[in-house]
């Protein structure tokens, strides 16, 4: 007999269940446990759970369960606050339903274009993921009808009112069927959610778990730097501990440029991350980040949520943040899945209150250090490089076909690649940077299913 903690104690579809099992899902999160069966009996949910908790698994369950594919209406929509969590989100739940046939599953986001999004909602949906500026356009243009909406979910609902998008997300759902299942996610519970919840929810059962990290799972260290000795401390910092990947957190976007340009002066390789991006270039970073190319990443707080970023060994504050909440989440990208994190903060002699502020839900009695004096050694350079290629899924460009390239006819060996990212009309994979000409030789030579493609280096400004 299965547990309560056991996905198969669920009255889920056996196809669903069949595939956790081949996922390797078989116990739930405390999110899981708590929210899926109410939200299998077809209840209203808020949920305040942090990211990393297993949410997306908890109401792609829900949605999914309820789906019925003969009908192909657009039945579930889910509202993310960033193009990164839509696409992660996205993501999952294709996997959670690989066993569902022909069910199709549509991102709806800007910062893509839009004219291709048209023709793909012609074709119809099940399930919309997106957010919530892009999916109102299409609303208002009339190239998405909610008519046949089942379940509505609200994903890091804090981060989209944070951002603006109140009145779009009451335009949407004025839009939305008034009898239909409702799931609101946030990490936190301020008034704004309170009311929101009250205004678009029918008796919700409120959910609330525990964060994922204990302070046991991240060692945290406090440091006393002048404000003008920053990006000097900052580098001998990186150069004590030596992570293989580091995440910097910065309270503006210049003060992210200007830190990232500094490391890089100083031989590290180092990327920015801020919300004067374009699209293009977001995606570029994530990528360089995520497939070591970039051992550090300098973020403002719009990366502490919702980007699908695993296994950081160092996150640092180079600014502490002005709300302890915000802390959490940055700090949260390391220690997980049962590993040890380390966070490292730097200070000011006038910010020791807010170091009170942030401790003061937690045992810890923190100690201000002294930064190192002296440089160990030079900076590594990081293990892998990228390779731009001009041609992705919309070529119908798949991994597979560029490792095949890259390796057949006495190509390179396999353990030389690293992780492979395709997009649309660009595809980028990492190779060890002692093969990197060769790499890109292979590429501007030869062809990828049958056909040449340009590629270059990326370089790391």
């Known amino acids: 007999m299965a547990s309560d903690s056991q996905f198969s104690s669920l009255n889920l579809k056996p196809a669903l269940l ?28 808020l949920g305040k759970a942090k990211t990393g908790s297993g949410k997306t698994a908890t109401f792609g369950l829900g949605l999914l369960q309820r789906l019925e594919v003969e009908r192909f209406r657009v039945q579930a929509l889910v509202l993310c606050p960033t ?50 500026g892009r999916v109102h356009d299409h609303l208002r243009k009339g190239n998405l009808q909610l008519g046949d909406l089942q379940t509505l979910v609200l994903d890091e ?8 998008f109140a009145e779009t997300l009451d335009a949407i759902l004025d839009l939305a069927p008034k009898q239909r299942q409702t ?35 991240i060692e945290q260290m406090f ?46 390789s180092a ?29 403002t707080d719009v990366a502490a949520r919702g980007l699908d970023i ?34 490292v903060s730097m200070l000011n002699e006038n910010e020791k209150f807010k170091v009170e502020l942030i401790c003061a839900d937690s045992d810890a009695s923190p100690e201000l250090k002294n930064p190192p004096v002296n440089r160990l050694q030079t900076p590594q350079k990081a293990e892998f490089v990228t390779l731009e290629i001009e041609g992705g899924k919309k070529q119908k460009v798949r991994p597979g076909d560029i490792v095949g390239a890259l390796t057949g006819d006495g190509g390179l ?28 030789e292979k590429i501007q030579t030869g062809k990828i299913k049958g056909r040449s493609f340009r590629a270059r280096l990326v370089k790391i400004r």
Request: charged residues 20%; hydrophobic residues 40%; contains cysteine.
């Open 18 to 45: 069949s595939n956790l099992s081949d996922l390797g899902y078989n116990t739930m999160t405390p999110i899981q446990a708590a929210a899926l069966p109410a939200i299998l009996q077809g209840s209203d949910v």
């Open 83 to 132: 193009r990164e969590l839509a696409d992660q989100v996205a993501a999952e739940l294709r996997k959670l339903a690989r066993s569902i046939h022909n069910i199709k599953i549509l991102t709806l986001c800007g910062g893509a274009a839009f004219g291709p999004q048209v023709g793909s909602l012609e074709h119809g949906a099940h399930i919309i993921v997106g957010t919530p």
């Open 157 to 164: 609902a804090d981060r989209m009112l944070d951002m603006g």
């Open 183 to 217: 799931l609101l996610f946030s990490a936190t519970y301020p008034e704004a959610i309170e009311s929101m919840a009250k205004r678009v929810q029918h008796n919700p059962q409120v959910i609330e778990v525990e964060a994922v990290h204990s302070d046991h799972d």
């Open 223 to 268: 440091y006393k730097v002048p404000l003008e000795n920053r990006t000097q401390v900052l580098g001998l910092l990186l150069q004590k501990y030596l992570p293989e990947s580091c995440m910097v957190f910065c309270n503006t976007k210049r003060e992210t440029q200007d830190v990232a340009d500094a490391l890089l002066q100083q031989g590290f």
């Open 271 to 299: 990327v920015a991350l801020h919300g004067d991006m374009i699209q293009k270039d977001r995606d570029r970073t994530l990528v360089l980040f995520a497939n070591q190319s970039a051992s550090v990443m300098v973020a």
């Open 310 to 343: 695993a296994e950081v060994d160092l996150v640092v504050n180079y600014q502490l943040s002005r709300d302890p909440e915000v802390h959490v989440h940055r700090i949260g990208r390391t220690g997980r899945a049962g590993k040890r994190g380390r966070a």
């Open 413 to 440: 060996s396999v353990k030389t690649l690293g992780k492979i990212h395709c997009f649309p009309f660009h595809s980028f994979v990492a190779v060890k940077r002692s093969h990197a000409r060769e790499a890109l």
